[in-house]
């Protein structure tokens, strides 16, 4: 019981089981919106991985040439505010989709449009998401508080994928886009219900919070550069199952859009379990353990891109899915709890940026790989390149040293002093 409560200690408050609420309805049904996108492009395309690979470039540009700004405002503006417009937003345009796709006339365009403005919104969202938690929990919480938020985020990836599957194969694609167009309002409802007084925030907002000043405050810790690079690598060549998967369950084993959502589910039901398993985690992790489950991600990708059946490929997949959640869930702990609580919208910017942002390259290129020689092979570079990349770092983690974190602004719920003693200034 005790270690039970442990697990789902930052749930006690009230504002952040609010917004864990929240999210798993929204977050649910956006994967079931991921499914839906890419199974109506492969329709529209003839199956073609390059058209996958240009829809998902769309959708993750503006992460690339956005998120920096986005971090800013985070720093400078109020979180909760610009979530509650940041999802209001995602909703309308995810309306305007289902609409359209009830008129009929469909084009491929069309859907790289909605992409493209889905991604400008996330560019902003995403960074003040991952910086907000800290605002709602506290120091003293915030690696729980950031597992419980991978718990959710893959208990909608098992669900959503399976759920999509069903409802694509009995209505169509439009049922599920839109709604996931109503489940933005319960992130909207969670974060309008949250006490704005019971917020950890700094005492002092950075008037300019400038995105040159972050980068140099970056570029002084070596620390943080470690993490952030592997993540740069992974995921150019191996966080790629959104093309990967797809093509998998069509081209390679034959199915249909219900066997695409088993492979989906299995790949998240290892990530939850490895976001569960870091709920335990109390301290910053060393570059030790952030490489060593780097090295576990590269092998058993490659491995994956090996399997000759659907089952062999959902429980490899299952594997897969815990390293790479275990590796994501340890680099976000180094770099977020190493970090100045002034600095961290920016921080968590870049770190954004770096994991979401290489992926229009990374999309072209898996799909053209995949077009030319299949998906299996996407699989086994994308490992191999992973797995070189962490062996690679493993001389640097073991002399890497952990600084004292800079000078921080007292952190509090309502004023400059912690209502709460047990809450610690500062990742």
């Not at 003040?128 to 208990?155: C, D």
């Not at 060549?237 to 959502?261: M, R």
């Not at 992926?359 to 799909?367: E, N, S, V």
Request: include cysteine.
């Amino acid at each position: 019981m005790k270690t039970c409560g442990r697990t789902f200690q930052s749930l006690s408050v009230r504002n952040f089981r609010l917004f864990v609420f929240g999210q798993l309805l929204s977050v649910t049904c956006t994967w079931m919106m991921v499914i839906a996108q890419d199974w109506l492009v492969l329709e529209l395309s003839g199956d073609s991985a390059t058209a996958l690979g240009v829809v998902t470039a769309m959708q993750f540009t503006p992460v690339l040439l956005l998120t920096l700004y986005g971090g800013r405002l985070a720093d400078r503006y109020d979180k909760r505010r610009i979530l509650l417009l940041a999802n209001l937003a995602s909703g309308f345009l995810a309306l305007a989709l289902g609409l359209w796709l009830l008129i009929g006339d469909v084009r491929l365009w069309h859907i790289w449009l909605f992409a493209l403005a889905l991604g400008t919104v996330n560019s902003v969202e995403a960074p003040t998401r991952i910086s907000f938690v800290s605002e709602m929990v506290g120091t003293e919480l915030l690696p729980n508080a950031s597992a419980m938020s991978a718990a959710y985020f893959n208990v909608a990836r098992v669900v959503g994928p399976a759920i999509a599957g069903l409802l694509i194969a009995r209505l169509d694609v439009a049922a599920v886009v839109l709604i996931n167009a109503v489940s933005y309002l319960g992130t909207v409802v969670s974060v309008a219900l949250m006490r704005p007084s019971e917020l950890h925030r700094a005492a002092v907002r950075p008037r300019k919070a400038g995105v040159v000043d972050g980068l140099r405050y970056i570029g002084g810790r070596p620390d943080l550069i470690l993490p952030m690079a592997l993540v740069g690598v992974l995921g150019l060549v191996g966080f790629n199952f959104q093309l990967t998967l797809p093509l998998l369950a069509k081209t390679e084993f034959h199915t249909d859009s219900t066997a695409f959502g088993l492979l989906s589910s299995s790949l998240a039901a290892g990530s939850l379990l490895a976001a569960f398993v870091t709920t335990a985690r109390r301290g910053r992790p060393t570059a030790l353990v952030v490489t060593g489950s780097a090295l576990a991600f590269g092998a058993l990708e490659a491995v994956t891109g090996l399997a000759p059946t659907l089952p062999a490929a959902c429980v490899l997949l299952a594997l897969t899915g815990f390293a790479m959640m275990y590796f994501a869930q340890a680099s976000n702990h180094r770099v977020q709890l190493g970090s100045d609580p002034a600095y961290r919208g920016r921080v968590m910017a870049l770190y954004t940026l770096i994991f979401q942002g290489t992926t229009p390259l990374a999309a072209l290129l898996t799909g053209l790989l995949s077009e030319h020689w299949g998906p299996r092979w996407a699989l086994y570079t994308g490992g191999l390149i992973s797995l070189t990349a962490a062996a690679a770092t493993l001389p640097l983690s073991r002399r890497s040293a952990q600084p004292p974190p800079g000078p921080n602004l007292p952190t509090r719920p309502g004023s400059s002093r912690h209502r709460n003693p047990r809450k610690t200034p500062l990742p």
